[in-house]
C-alpha cells in the first residue's frame, strides 16, 4: 500500500493548508449544463431551441473521514474542508477589496481539476465515542468551476480534445518554455505547446493550470 496515491484538495497560494483525504473516494462524478432558450413557435409545434451559454462543471463526491484507531475527534479533519468555505480578507474578488473564500483544486494521481469553489458541503457525523466525540463522518462535496476552461479532467486524454498522455501541473513561476525545455527537449516549442492544449493566454497562465503533454514532438507539428 505504500505507492498509493491520496487524492488531495489543495487551495490556491494564501487560502490555507492543503488537505489530504484519509480515504479516496469510491467514485467522482463530473456535470456540465448547457444553456437553451425556446425561440419564437407560433404556429409550430416546437420551438427552435437557441443556445445561450455554457455552464460552469461541477464535480461532486462523497469523502469518508474515520478517526477510530486513535480517539481524535474527527472534525479537526472535516473542519479543514469547511474553511475552505469561510471568506478570507487576503483574497480580493476581482478588483474590489473585499474578501472571498479561496479558489481550491482536487488532485488524484494523474487526475487534476480545473480551479473551483466548493459550492457546497454537507457534513454527515456517524460514530461518536462515548463522551460523544465525533469519530467518523461522510463529505458530501461539491466543487464547481470557477476558471480555466482548457482544463478537461473527464476527457480521455489520448482520444478527442486535447490528445497528450502526459499531464505537468504548471509550478509557481512556471512557464511553458521551462515546461517545453524539460519535458520535450526544446524551449522553443512552447507557442506549439500552447496550442496544443488551446490556451489563449499562454503568458499569463495560474500556478496549478494543467497542461498535456503529448506523447511525442511529432504531435506538435500540427500545431506548430
Same mark, same amino acid.
Not at 67 to 80: L, M, N
Not at 98 to 112: E, L, N
Not at 130 to 144: D, Q, W, Y
Not at 185 to 190: C, E, F, H, T, V
Given at each position: 500500500?505504500?505507492?498509493?496515491?491520496?487524492?488531495?484538495?489543495?487551495?490556491?497560494?494564501?487560502?490555507?493548508?492543503?488537505?489530504?483525504?484519509?480515504?479516496?473516494?469510491?467514485?467522482?462524478?463530473?456535470?456540465?449544463?448547457?444553456?437553451?432558450?425556446?425561440?419564437?413557435?407560433?404556429?409550430?409545434?416546437?420551438?427552435?431551441?437557441?443556445?445561450?451559454?455554457?455552464?460552469?462543471?461541477?464535480?461532486?463526491?462523497?469523502?469518508?473521514?474515520?478517526?477510530?484507531?486513535?480517539?481524535?475527534?474527527?472534525?479537526?479533519?472535516?473542519?479543514?474542508?469547511?474553511?475552505?468555505?469561510?471568506?478570507?480578507?487576503?483574497?480580493?474578488?476581482?478588483?474590489?477589496?473585499?474578501?472571498?473564500?479561496?479558489?481550491?483544486?482536487?488532485?488524484?494521481?494523474?487526475?487534476?481539476?480545473?480551479?473551483?469553489?466548493?459550492?457546497?458541503?454537507?457534513?454527515?457525523?456517524?460514530? !461518536? @465515542? $462515548?463522551? +460523544?466525540?465525533?469519530?467518523?463522518?461522510?463529505?458530501?462535496?461539491? %466543487?464547481?468551476?470557477? /476558471? &480555466? *476552461?482548457?482544463?478537461?479532467?473527464?476527457?480521455?486524454?489520448?482520444?478527442?480534445?486535447?490528445?497528450?498522455?502526459?499531464?505537468?501541473?504548471?509550478?509557481?513561476?512556471?512557464?511553458?518554455?521551462?515546461?517545453? !525545455? @524539460? $519535458?520535450? +527537449?526544446?524551449?522553443?516549442?512552447?507557442?506549439?505547446?500552447?496550442? %496544443?492544449?488551446?490556451? /489563449? &493566454? *499562454?503568458?499569463?497562465?495560474?500556478?496549478?493550470?494543467?497542461?498535456?503533454?503529448?506523447?511525442?514532438?511529432?504531435?506538435?507539428?500540427?500545431?506548430?
Amino acid at each position: 500500500m505504500s505507492g498509493l496515491a491520496k487524492a488531495t484538495i489543495k487551495p490556491e497560494d494564501g487560502g490555507g493548508d492543503a488537505l489530504e483525504v484519509m480515504f479516496n473516494p469510491q467514485q467522482y462524478v463530473f456535470s456540465r449544463d448547457n444553456r437553451w432558450s425556446p425561440g419564437h413557435a407560433q404556429g409550430q409545434n416546437a420551438p427552435q431551441m437557441r443556445f445561450t451559454s455554457g455552464g460552469a462543471t461541477t464535480l461532486t463526491m462523497d469523502l469518508v473521514f474515520d478517526t477510530t484507531d486513535t480517539g481524535e475527534d474527527v472534525r479537526q479533519r472535516t473542519g479543514k474542508l469547511a474553511d475552505m468555505m469561510l471568506v478570507n480578507k487576503s483574497l480580493h474578488q476581482d478588483n474590489s477589496n473585499q474578501g472571498r473564500p479561496p479558489k481550491v483544486q482536487f488532485s488524484w494521481g494523474p487526475m487534476i481539476s480545473f480551479m473551483a469553489a466548493i459550492t457546497h458541503l454537507q457534513l454527515t457525523f456517524q460514530l !461518536f @465515542s $462515548e463522551n +460523544g466525540t465525533p469519530l467518523r463522518a461522510k463529505a458530501s462535496v461539491t %466543487f464547481t468551476q470557477v /476558471d &480555466d *476552461p482548457n482544463a478537461r479532467p473527464w476527457q480521455n486524454p489520448t482520444s478527442g480534445g486535447v490528445t497528450g498522455e502526459r499531464v505537468h501541473r504548471l509550478g509557481p513561476r512556471e512557464t511553458l518554455e521551462l515546461i517545453a !525545455f @524539460s $519535458e520535450l +527537449g526544446d524551449a522553443s516549442l512552447w507557442r506549439p505547446l500552447a496550442a %496544443f492544449n488551446g490556451f /489563449d &493566454d *499562454p503568458l499569463r497562465l495560474r500556478a496549478g493550470t494543467p497542461v498535456f503533454l503529448p506523447p511525442s514532438v511529432d504531435e506538435l507539428k500540427d500545431h506548430g
